[in-house]
């Protein structure tokens, strides 16, 4: 397999998104962090979780509807072992969000309780939606509040200033920029945020992606790869070069007979990040 494709990417407004965040933390009484199904370490940032510090945190793992049932399962149990609250959620159909307002007040039944033995029960509860680019964020927050209340985009770098929305359930929510950390120290890591989107294509060599990738679903995912692209299983398996089968089983040939290997590239990429494929988990809650 080729050497993993380098990322880095962490350009001004992401530094003063995270100076945002910090300043923000005081006006909220909990923060839901956006994580994706698929990666849902490689989506986590290590750097805002070091600034949340103490607030209650409600885990959303987005794009369920994009990965393994089973895997994901396995993300929520491991968690909930950690002593996070977790929600699944299916951000094209909604499902799972309508257990979102009862899992804020059950993440801080103990504080409402002393502000209801206030006289207080009817103050809005705030939320601060934390999470990297392209992550769902906007996403989720449009079927919480069940309007376009957020901007999103299938593109990282769409939020980009303080929003506040308010949702159902006596809650409001403060949408913040994607931000990634300024260094992504694993390799793989930073990969498979390149894999879902959450990196910018522009900065990126796409043809070294698409290698990468193809290499990664044809090990992990032989059978989705070979159906989605009339290939035979074994040949996925046993191949070098998983992307060039599919630049010449779809007849992708430029000038000169050579395999148009940028235009497979861009075809796996969008096809993968849509969930043409299949639905795939790319890390493992065993490790």
Not at 96 to 105: D, H, L, N, Q, S
């Given at each position: 397999m080729t050497e993993p494709v380098k990322v880095q990417w962490f350009p001004g407004h992401m530094a003063k998104a995270k100076r945002g965040i910090a300043e923000s933390l005081k006006l909220v009484d909990a923060a839901v962090e956006i994580l994706d199904a698929r990666c849902p370490e490689a989506s986590r940032n290590a750097d805002i979780l070091k600034t949340l510090g103490a607030k209650p945190r409600l885990i959303i793992l987005s794009r369920r509807d994009l990965a393994e049932p089973a895997k994901t399962e396995a993300w929520v149990r491991r968690y909930r072992a950690a002593g996070y609250a977790v929600i699944e959620a299916d951000l094209?159909?909604?499902r799972?969000?309508?257990?979102?307002?009862?899992?804020?007040?059950e993440l801080l039944r103990e504080k409402l309780e002393k502000l209801g033995a206030k006289g207080q029960s009817g103050r809005v509860i705030r939320v601060m939606v934390i999470g990297i680019p392209n992550v769902g964020k906007s996403t989720f927050i449009n079927r919480i509040a069940g309007r376009r209340a957020a901007a999103s985009a299938d593109r990282p770098g769409v939020t980009r200033g303080k929003q506040w929305i308010t949702v159902?359930?006596?809650?409001?929510?403060?949408?913040?920029?994607?931000?990634?950390?300024?260094?992504?120290?694993?390799?793989?890591?930073?990969e498979y945020l390149a894999f879902t989107g959450a990196v910018r294509d522009e900065i990126l060599?796409?043809?070294?992606?698409?290698?990468?990738?193809?290499?990664?679903?044809?090990?992990?995912?032989?059978?989705?790869?070979?159906?989605?692209y009339k290939l035979e299983p074994a040949d996925v398996k046993a191949s070098d070069?998983?992307?060039?089968?599919?630049?010449?089983?779809?007849?992708?040939?430029?000038?000169?007979?050579?395999?148009?290997?940028?235009?497979?590239?861009?075809?796996?990429?969008d096809?993968?990040?849509g969930g043409v494929i299949g639905r795939v988990t790319l890390e493992s809650a065993d490790g």
């Open positions: 094209k159909s909604g799972g969000t309508e257990k979102f307002a009862p899992a804020v007040r159902p359930g006596g809650i409001e929510l403060l949408d913040t920029p994607g931000v990634l950390p300024p260094k992504i120290e694993n390799p793989e890591a930073g060599d796409t043809e070294a992606l698409g290698t990468r990738l193809a290499a990664k679903l044809a090990e992990s995912y032989p059978e989705l790869l070979a159906a989605r070069d998983p992307l060039a089968l599919i630049a010449r089983r779809r007849g992708f040939i430029v000038s000169g007979g050579e395999l148009d290997m940028l235009r497979a590239a861009n075809i796996l990429l096809e993968f990040r």
